[in-house]
Each structure stands twice: as structure tokens, then as C-alpha cells.
């Protein structure tokens, strides 16, 4: 609106009554707006676009290390820390928060959860352990040394995946939307919606944060994407199809989930739901990888 005035005030060549400084301020002022700011808006526009529909990344792995995982956790959360994993395990009268030596997978110390609740999620966060509930809407905060229950909290869906960045804890329910809590008051303070190529990506499970990129299982699949935090936008495909086949012949076996990584020593473990092994892999591009393993 104040850029039609200058318009008006335009004859011929000359900007009448106007000083010279003025009339060169107006006339930058609508080459900009006329111009300029339309072709920065058009390169930002076919910028975000091409953002939105870039082709994310593809991996396969290789099969780095195994180590023994218990056929009877029903892993739904994990954690790496000082060479000890930390697990939760689901199914009502089942559920447990776990700490187990990776190498040998001795259980080192246990708490359960009774009857009432159905374990999910995890995180590590400034030295304690938050623990989700499937349907109960309700989250546990445990000392992560002794296990002892300092607290809990609540929130408003189901309860799925959980981990962390340095302010946040990043929370799943099985949706395409990410929740990212404060936590001191465990306040929703940003929502992000997961997309693929412009297309919603549900069944968000399981969270690990890696290097500044989210991992997500994508529940009842072989499959893990990389997620921007600042975009909900997948960079990358891990298809780990083969993993399970390569634990052996385990009727009881579920799906994959479960996710841990090594900080230190760049270490990456994925393990599933009642599988008797839990491997260290290296990403590779998919064209690169080994074939996966068949039945």
C-alpha cells in the first residue's frame, strides 16, 4: 500500500516536489517491490519445493558385531550408555525398564512395571531415564543409576517412541506428528509433521537422536528413516530387510524396533521384539550394501 503513492507522484522522467535523496529511495524502493522481491519470493518458493520432493537417501547395512539379546524382552524402547543398554519392554504384566551388558546381555538390574502398565518409549536426559506407557498416558522418571521412581508425568495420546536432543524430549504415538516436550513441565513446545517426499509418514515408533537427525522404526516394517528435526522431512531410507532372517529360525520372534547408538564410538545397534540377537551395523548406500540374508 505505501508503495502506490511513488506511483502516483510519477511523471515523464521527473518526481515532482520530491528531493533527490527521496526520489531515489522511492524509486529503489518499487524496483524492489515490482522486481526483485518477486523473483526472490519465486527462487524461495521453488527452493522449498524441491526440498519437499527431494529424493531422500537410500542405505542398506552390514553386519558389524552380535551380540545376545533376551528372546524375552518385547523391546520397545533403547538406549545405549557407558557400555550398558538401557531397555524397556511392553506387554501388560511384562513390562520392565532394564540395564544390560551389551557384550554378554546379563540382565544388571531390573524394574517392573506390574500388571497395570504396557512399557513403550525411552530416553536418557541429564541423568535420568523417561519411561512411556502405551495407552495409560502416563510417563515414569527414573534415577538412572539405582532406578529408583522420581516422578511422573502425563500427556494427551498414546505412548510410543521416545529420545532426546540436548533441550527436548521427542516423543512418538504412532502418528505422523512428532512432539518435542519441555522436560521440567513436559509442555508440548513444537509439533512437527513427518513427511516423505510431500506425503505423511505414520506408524512412527521407536526414536533414536543421531548426529542431529532423528531415526524412527516405522512400525510392522523393515525399515528406519532419518528425519530432518528442523523440517519433518525424511533424509534417508535405512532398509534393514534380511536382519531378522539373519537371527535364525524363531517362531516367536516380532517385528523389528529398537534403536541405540554409541556416541563414543559411533556405534549403531538395532535389535526387535523377542529376538534372540542384537547387531551393531554399518550404513552403507544402498547400492553398496551386502545382500540381505534369506530363509
Same mark, same amino acid.
Given at each position: 500500500?505505501?508503495?502506490?503513492?511513488?506511483?502516483?507522484?510519477?511523471?515523464?522522467?521527473?518526481?515532482?516536489?520530491?528531493?533527490?535523496?527521496?526520489?531515489?529511495?522511492? $524509486?529503489?524502493?518499487?524496483?524492489?517491490?515490482?522486481?526483485?522481491?518477486?523473483? /526472490?519470493?519465486?527462487?524461495?518458493?521453488?527452493?522449498?519445493?524441491?526440498?519437499?520432493?527431494?529424493?531422500?537417501?537410500?542405505?542398506?547395512?552390514?553386519?558389524?558385531?552380535?551380540?545376545?539379546?533376551?528372546?524375552?524382552?518385547?523391546?520397545?524402547?533403547?538406549?545405549?550408555?557407558?557400555n550398558y543398554l538401557y531397555e524397556s519392554t511392553g506387554l501388560?504384566?511384562?513390562?520392565? /525398564?532394564?540395564?544390560?551388558? $551389551?557384550?554378554?546381555?546379563?540382565?544388571?538390574?531390573?524394574?517392573?512395571?506390574?500388571?497395570?502398565?504396557?512399557?513403550?518409549?525411552?530416553?536418557?536426559?541429564?541423568?535420568? =531415564?523417561?519411561?512411556?506407557?502405551?495407552? &495409560?498416558?502416563?510417563?515414569?522418571?527414573?534415577? $538412572?543409576?539405582?532406578?529408583?521412581?522420581?516422578?511422573?508425568?502425563?500427556?494427551?495420546?498414546?505412548?510410543?517412541? =521416545?529420545?532426546?536432543?540436548?533441550?527436548?524430549?521427542?516423543?512418538?504415538?504412532?502418528?505422523?506428528?512428532?512432539?518435542?516436550?519441555?522436560?521440567?513441565?513436559?509442555?508440548?513446545?513444537?509439533?512437527?509433521?513427518?513427511?516423505?517426499?510431500?506425503?505423511?509418514?505414520?506408524?512412527?515408533?521407536?526414536?533414536?537422536?543421531?548426529?542431529?537427525?532423528?531415526?524412527?522404526?516405522?512400525? &510392522?516394517?523393515?525399515?528406519?528413516?532419518?528425519?530432518?528435526?528442523?523440517?519433518?522431512?525424511?533424509?534417508?531410507?535405512?532398509?534393514?530387510?534380511?536382519?531378522?532372517?539373519?537371527?535364525? !529360525?524363531?517362531?516367536?520372534?516380532?517385528?523389528?524396533?529398537g534403536i541405540a547408538y554409541d556416541e563414543r564410538k559411533n556405534?549403531?545397534?538395532?535389535?526387535g521384539k523377542f529376538w534372540p540377537k542384537l547387531f551393531e551395523?554399518?550404513?552403507? !548406500? $544402498?547400492?553398496?550394501?551386502?545382500?540381505?540374508?534369506?530363509?
Amino acid at each position: 500500500g505505501a508503495l502506490a503513492a511513488p506511483i502516483k507522484l510519477c511523471q515523464g522522467d521527473r518526481l515532482y516536489g520530491l528531493g533527490t535523496r527521496t526520489r531515489s529511495l522511492i $524509486l529503489k524502493r518499487t524496483l524492489m517491490a515490482f522486481f526483485i522481491l518477486p523473483l /526472490l519470493t519465486l527462487g524461495f518458493q521453488e527452493s522449498a519445493a524441491g526440498a519437499k520432493d527431494r529424493e531422500p537417501a537410500r542405505f542398506g547395512y552390514r553386519i558389524v558385531n552380535i551380540f545376545p539379546h533376551d528372546t524375552r524382552a518385547f523391546t520397545q524402547g533403547l538406549i545405549f550408555h557407558n557400555n550398558y543398554l538401557y531397555e524397556s519392554t511392553g506387554l501388560y504384566g511384562h513390562s520392565q /525398564l532394564r540395564k544390560v551388558h $551389551l557384550e554378554t546381555g546379563r540382565v544388571e538390574r531390573i524394574h517392573y512395571q506390574g500388571d497395570k502398565y504396557f512399557g513403550e518409549g525411552l530416553a536418557l536426559f541429564k541423568g535420568r =531415564l523417561y519411561q512411556l506407557t502405551w495407552q &495409560n498416558r502416563i510417563g515414569f522418571i527414573f534415577d $538412572l543409576d539405582s532406578f529408583k521412581e522420581i516422578g511422573r508425568f502425563s500427556y494427551k495420546t498414546e505412548g510410543w517412541g =521416545l529420545t532426546s536432543d540436548e533441550n527436548h524430549l521427542i516423543m512418538s504415538d504412532g502418528s505422523a506428528t512428532l512432539r518435542f516436550l519441555d522436560p521440567k513441565t513436559f509442555r508440548v513446545v513444537k509439533e512437527l509433521q513427518i513427511f516423505d517426499r510431500g506425503r505423511a509418514l505414520y506408524h512412527l515408533n521407536e526414536l533414536e537422536f543421531i548426529k542431529g537427525e532423528i531415526y524412527a522404526n516405522i512400525w &510392522n516394517t523393515e525399515n528406519i528413516v532419518r528425519i530432518s528435526p528442523a523440517t519433518g522431512q525424511v533424509t534417508g531410507w535405512i532398509d534393514l530387510t534380511g536382519l531378522k532372517a539373519a537371527c535364525g !529360525p524363531d517362531a516367536r520372534m516380532d517385528v523389528l524396533n529398537g534403536i541405540a547408538y554409541d556416541e563414543r564410538k559411533n556405534r549403531l545397534f538395532v535389535t526387535g521384539k523377542f529376538w534372540p540377537k542384537l547387531f551393531e551395523i554399518e550404513l552403507l !548406500p $544402498l547400492a553398496e550394501a551386502p545382500p540381505p540374508v534369506r530363509r
